[in-house]
């Protein structure tokens, strides 16, 4: 058989699963993702496409797949893959970051339309890309499955003033969004009569409902995992420290688009806090009920005893290989940025070859 690198042709049928990996040497891999410029230009502003991602990062990806011998081509959003499919062009596999835009389940579209043509694709599936993004919906599933996290309540438009059955302080945040959109020091809520105007005044900025969690006065911690099911590990955990710049209590918008100056990252082995070594096995537990693949973040935050829980997931972490958590700390555990991107593949690779 022809590997793609001598010219070959190995795609097959277009709905094919691709060849065995170890009798082809390059993989055609699209690029499915969503540029900040484009909708910059279109009239979004700078908060609604805090998401979207940067040309250097689309640079980077392609930079380093294309070292590991794959060829890449760029799709772009959604709509690019919708037309894009209906013209015929299939792909090996494709490396999806695109967030989406508009509605619950906008990370979800680009894993439902490859699902609908049969074309592997990194990171998790429509399912656990809609129950993630909505985060009540997310802390529910856990605590059915006794992964520790926070209390919760969802406050929808047009709910009665929130009660919620948990004292104070809280912490209220939009439901569905990332980046800390929506997120600031105003989301640390001291009493239950304020609720009312701080939960009106989200849910009017970002047209969706609110989460009301106690607010978690402990250390901050993202804990990095590649694989997928029982192949699954944990790359690192580092702990978020905040300067005296930052908004102080909230790892905010704010906070992390002005991470250089605001924000420190420490990553701390396991085996030298006990702390750290609890928190890894909640992340691990929520990555492994939840069945995220490939590669992604769990977010954590401790209680005013310490005890660490689960915040949230992230399982279509940003990629910016200087910016986003998730290359920042395998830099810090010594993975390079190549590592990465080859871990995540040859993970997305196992449910096609």
Known sequence: MLSLAQGGSALGSPCDPPPLARFIMSFNIGLCFDLRSTYLAEGYSEEECAEFDQEETIVALETALQRLGHRTERIGHARHLAAALVAGRRWHLVFNIAEGLHGPGREAQVPTLLDLYRIP??????????????????????????VPTAASLVVQKGDSPPQPAFPGPYFVKPVAEGTGKGVS?????????????????????????????????????????????????VLGTMEVLLNVQAEQGVYSYNNKENWQSRVQYRLIRPEEDAVVAEAEAVAFAAWRVLGCRDGGRVDLRCSAAGQPLFMEVNPLAGLHPSHSDLPILCGLAGISYQDLISRIVASALTRSV
Do not use: N, W
């Open 185 to 233: 020091a105003e989301s640390i809520v001291a009493g239950i009569e304020s609720l009312p105007r701080v939960c009106g005044h989200l849910i009017a900025q970002f047209q969706q409902p609110v989460l009301i969690e106690p607010f978690l006065p402990g250390r901050e911690f993202t804990t990095g995992i590649i694989g997928t099911g029982a192949e699954a590990e």
């Open 121 to 146: 694709y990194t990171f998790s599936d429509p399912l656990v890309m809609c129950l993630t993004l909505h985060k009540g919906m997310c802390k529910a599933v856990l605590r059915d499955a006794g």
